[in-house]
């Protein structure tokens, strides 16, 4: 695929360094410490900063890698990139909120408004595009010392297609049940945008929305993700086979489903959600 005449993992290539700099300079006034490191390949940006957390405290960081060979996602999923045909970045803080629940909900929200009208979010940390899975969200932390109130180091993985990938590429979830979702790309509703630019777009509206959660919690956001919402009055299955309907989520950003007339918390440790 061609990008503005260009091959797109020349494009990258050629203009991560620039997108860099302009994320540097939008987020280093609010953000002190703040880095940027664009790195040609590695094994999974979220697994280098949390090597790094556990080793010491995290300055704040964003780490971008043009190619990933071993990227994960949640439940054991892999999410493996290409130059140019793929944006993978963690971000990585120590923050002290008041409670961590929907952290990756807000991560969603903040991604999926800048990204296009068309995306939705599926509970809890997938983004879709006309019904097909588009990225995803993987969240992890590592505590800096004990105690409820203790900061903690949160490192925050991003995978988007630029370009659509073939389904073939898309893993089956080791052991799971439900087949995985086919894949849809950037490309498909924004044509020659590269993955740099959507970089440049997301990351510092990011930053910002996470200052946000640190600060007010889950709450804030709930209408905003009920506007991308894409399971909300769908029925679904969860991963016990209980079926329900889907009636949107709480304020500290649980699922909540209707099953036999009932409302059921659903809690991400515990779900796995397609419609039916």
Same mark, same amino acid.
């Given at each position: 695929?061609?990008?503005?005449?260009?091959?797109?993992?020349?494009?990258?290539?050629?203009?991560?360094?620039?997108?860099?700099?302009?994320?540097?300079?939008?987020?280093?006034?609010?953000?002190?410490?703040?880095?940027?490191?664009?790195?040609?390949?590695?094994?999974?940006?979220?697994?280098?900063?949390?090597? #790094?957390?556990?080793?010491?405290?995290?300055? &704040?960081?964003?780490?971008?890698?043009?190619?990933?060979?071993?990227?994960?996602?949640? $439940?054991?999923?892999?999410?493996?990139?290409?130059? *140019?045909?793929?944006?993978?970045?963690?971000?990585?803080?120590? $923050?002290?909120p008041r409670s961590w629940s929907g952290l990756s909900?807000?991560?969603?929200?903040?991604?999926?408004?800048? /990204?296009?009208?068309?995306?939705?979010?599926?509970?809890?940390?997938?983004?879709? /595009?006309?019904?097909?899975?588009?990225?995803?969200?993987?969240?992890?932390?590592?505590? $800096?010392?004990?105690?409820?109130?203790?900061?903690?180091?949160?490192?925050?993985?991003?995978? $988007?297609?630029?370009?659509? &990938?073939?389904?073939?590429?898309?893993?089956?979830?080791? *052991?799971?049940?439900?087949?995985?979702?086919?894949?849809?790309? /950037?490309?498909?509703?924004?044509?020659?945008?590269?993955?740099?630019?959507? /970089?440049?777009?997301?990351?510092?509206?990011?930053?910002?929305?996470?200052?946000?959660?640190?600060?007010? *919690?889950?709450?804030?956001?709930?209408?905003?993700?009920?506007?991308?919402?894409?399971?909300?009055? #769908?029925?679904?299955?969860?991963?016990?086979?209980?079926?329900?309907?889907?009636?949107?989520?709480?304020?500290?950003?649980?699922?909540?489903?209707?099953?036999?007339?009932?409302?059921?918390?659903?809690?991400?440790?515990?779900?796995?959600?397609?419609?039916?």
């Amino acid at each position: 695929m061609q990008s503005g005449g260009r091959p797109e993992g020349v494009a990258a290539a050629a203009t991560l360094a620039a997108s860099a700099e302009t994320i540097w300079l939008a987020v280093a006034p609010t953000l002190p410490g703040f880095t940027v490191e664009v790195v040609p390949e590695i094994d999974s940006t979220n697994s280098e900063l949390m090597r #790094r957390a556990r080793a010491a405290p995290l300055d &704040p960081v964003l780490l971008v890698a043009e190619q990933q060979t071993a990227g994960r996602g949640r $439940l054991g999923r892999g999410w493996h990139s290409q130059p *140019g045909h793929s944006l993978t970045f963690s971000l990585g803080f120590t $923050l002290r909120p008041r409670s961590w629940s929907g952290l990756s909900l807000v991560v969603g929200v903040s991604l999926a408004e800048r /990204l296009h009208a068309d995306v939705r979010l599926k509970w809890p940390n997938d983004l879709w /595009l006309m019904e097909r899975k588009l990225g995803g969200i993987l969240v992890e932390t590592a505590g $800096l010392a004990d105690g409820p109130d203790a900061a903690r180091a949160v490192v925050i993985g991003v995978g $988007l297609n630029v370009a659509r &990938p073939a389904e073939a590429a898309v893993q089956q979830v080791p *052991g799971g049940a439900l087949p995985p979702m086919p894949p849809a790309g /950037l490309a498909e509703v924004e044509m020659g945008v590269t993955a740099p630019e959507w /970089l440049a777009r997301l990351v510092p509206a990011l930053v910002a929305d996470v200052k946000h959660f640190e600060a007010e *919690g889950f709450a804030p956001f709930v209408s905003r993700f009920a506007a991308r919402d894409a399971l909300r009055e #769908r029925a679904v299955t969860l991963s016990d086979g209980t079926r329900g309907q889907a009636a949107g989520v709480a304020d500290d950003g649980a699922l909540m489903v209707r099953v036999d007339g009932r409302l059921r918390r659903v809690d991400s440790a515990e779900v796995s959600v397609r419609p039916c």
